[in-house]
């Protein structure tokens, strides 16, 4: 009876100890729960860095790691940077941002230069329910029906019409003709947007006399360039990659075409002038910064820190990324919160952002309002002309 009654003691402490030990000083759940409190802030990256666009992607991350640098740490936890080359290819981009999202774990993206690469990132992003704040994909097809992709940069749009605007009243132009690569969604955007500008503002629907096409990789534009002589335009609208259209320019300046080649923000890249040379002098384009308009404080904190640590002058994509990441930064300080779907809701809501492109407000779509520079190539560098603010 002895030996019944202590094996009976001896089944009740087995099995009342556990919960004795789960109601002590601290739970178990709360326990686990500071086990798994994060320690570091996760943000991932996808640019080209190598490919076409490399050179793109490259001064994108400069301002990316400088911003770094300057702010590692948000909410008391230093942030880490995932890097991931999407190789200028829409199914390494997708592939990219599964990647930093499944493996890495992060809690916000930025990315990508190229606004093919970032449509194709971005639907990954928009089904896993992470948060993307691109730095220049200015089609509008980037934040459409998608409301987890952001931008720092105008849309093209915008770009078209200020790139018409110049040509019909600082050039006088009054006929264009349009080459485009038919294959990147940025050049077909932009160039359907300065059409419908400029012919707008000569109220001529003849007054774009040709629209010629070519495909990524072609290095002989001989074709659409002996139309285009023959047709004797006012100005050349060409949006495409730098390298691409340096060697047209170059290409039209042997065939004695001598009339303005105008251009969107991808040719700021120092390969255009390089692969140009003095062909492309003259050359203008729309981009998104000049280091010659600075005149905010943080404007000038990022030329300052981007010298001391480059040696060279930045370009408006390091701006671009910068902005970025600082723009992620203040959503995370507003959300005071690293869960994604908070910081997605934060950055739906910036008003008034101070960057070193501009200030940055938000629209409904995600897409940032916000000026617009122009830049001549002249002596071999490119030198700032104007400021254009929306209209």
């Known amino acids: 009876m002895r030996k019944t009654r202590l094996v009976a003691i001896v089944l009740l402490l087995a099995l009342f100890v556990p919960l004795l030990q789960g109601c002590g000083g601290q739970p178990q759940g709360q326990a686990q729960e500071e086990e798994q409190k994060p320690t570091e ?67 916000a993206i930025i990315g990508s230069y190229g606004s093919s690469l970032s449509i194709a990132g971005g639907e990954v992003a928009k089904n896993k329910k992470i948060p993307v704040v691109g730095c220049s994909p200015t089609n509008p097809l980037v934040t459409q029906d998608n409301p987890y992709y952001f931008r720092v940069c105008f849309i093209d749009p915008f770009q078209g019409k200020v790139m018409a605007k110049y040509a019909y009243d600082n050039l006088g132009a009054r006929t264009a003709v349009i080459i485009r690569n038919v294959q990147d969604d940025y050049a077909v955007g932009l160039a359907n947007y300065f059409k419908q500008a400029f012919i707008e503002l000569t109220g001529d629907s003849k007054s774009i006399l040709a629209e010629l096409e070519y495909n990524t990789g072609d290095q002989d534009f001989t074709a659409q360039l002996t139309q285009t002589a023959s047709l004797a335009p006012d100005v050349i609208f060409a949006p495409g990659n730098y390298g691409d259209s340096a060697l047209m320019i170059r290409q039209a300046r042997s065939l004695k075409i001598t009339a303005p080649f105008l251009g969107g923000d991808t040719w700021e890249a120092p390969e255009f002038i390089e692969i140009g040379g003095a062909d492309v002098e003259g050359a203008t384009l729309s981009t998104h910064y000049s280091v010659q308009a600075t005149g905010t404080d943080v404007s000038k904190e990022f030329v300052d820190a981007y010298r001391a640590k480059y040696g060279k002058e930045p370009n408006a994509f390091a701006a671009l990324g910068y902005d970025a990441y600082l723009m992620i930064l203040d959503a995370i300080k507003r959300a005071n919160s690293i869960n994604p779907e908070d910081i997605r809701d934060a950055l739906a809501e910036t008003r008034d952002f101070k960057g070193v492109t501009g200030t940055i407000t938000m629209d409904e779509n995600g897409d940032a309002n916000k000026s617009a520079v122009i830049l001549q190539v002249k002596n071999g560098k490119f030198e700032y002309l104007t400021t254009v603010e929306p209209f």
């Open 41 to 107: 802030v996760h943000i991932g990256v996808y640019e080209p860095m190598t490919g076409p666009s490399a050179s793109g992607g490259q001064m994108t991350w400069e301002g990316i790691q400088l911003a770094n640098e300057m702010y590692p740490e948000v909410l008391g936890m230093p942030v880490k940077l995932h890097l991931e080359d999407n190789k200028t290819d829409k199914t390494e981009a997708a592939n990219a941002v599964t990647r930093l999202i499944d493996q890495k774990k992060v809690v």
